[in-house]
């Protein structure tokens, strides 16, 4: 089945900083990849997607890049501010679910 | 606003019992996920359900059971709760099967002794 596999674990930036999260998948048939914010104490919460016909999206400060061939895919998000700090979650659908990542902990020092 | 509520933000329940977690969705969506969160191992799929009365098996289905009775509400069980099972249950709701974006819940964190 398809795995997906994201680094960092952890990432800690200076505010004004960019941030980099990359993601691999293992399933060619993949088509749609969300990333989800999750703050302390609350539910993750769709920020960016990005189908398998685009190779890249942006929304303000974020950013998602798709790379078919390599089978991977990255958020970026520019001038980092400490409402940033959270936990990221990149995911994958293939066939009938989403499948995730194990996630990383942005921490953005003011 | 669209809102998924868990009825439980803290449990703590002792090996064997039976444990219920119950969430509804105010948003008329048809799709329903029950999440699994552990440290370093991200969100898994327990159980999902595409329409009330149905349900289909995630990616560990062991040890859980659901229930749909309702479009807006849908049960995770814990027939016999073990240590295991100690973990951050997330719930969540789409409109579009698959690539529709998931509403979740802020979590039920459940603690079995």
């Known amino acids: 089945g398809e795995n997906v596999e994201q680094h960092p674990s952890t990432l800690s930036v200076q505010e004004g900083d960019s941030a980099v999260i990359k993601c691999t998948y293992s399933d060619s048939a993949s088509n749609y990849f969300p990333w989800y914010k999750q703050e302390l104490g609350k539910g993750p919460q769709l920020i960016i997607d990005?189908?398998?016909?685009?190779g890249e999206k942006k929304d303000q400060r974020i950013a998602v890049t798709l790379n078919k061939t390599a089978k991977h895919f990255s958020l970026h998000i520019t001038e980092t501010q400490p409402e940033d700090s959270a936990v990221y979650f990149c995911a994958s659908y293939n066939t009938d679910k989403l499948i995730f990542g194990t996630g990383t902990r942005l921490q953005v020092f003011p | 606003d669209v809102k998924v509520t868990q009825s439980s933000r803290y449990l703590v329940k002792r090996t064997g019992e039976k444990v219920f977690l119950e969430c509804v969705q105010d948003m008329d969506h048809e799709n329903m996920f029950w999440y699994r969160q552990d440290p370093g191992l991200g969100l898994r799929l327990i159980y999902f359900s595409y329409d009330v009365k149905m349900k289909e098996k995630g990616d560990i289905p062991e040890g859980y059971s659901v229930s749909r009775e309702k479009k807006e509400r849908f049960s995770l069980i814990l027939e016999s709760a073990s240590t295991n099972q100690t973990s951050m249950y997330l719930c969540a709701s789409s409109l579009n099967a698959g690539t529709g974006e998931l509403f979740f819940g802020e979590g039920s964190r459940l603690t079995v002794l």
């Open positions: 990005i189908r398998s016909n685009v």
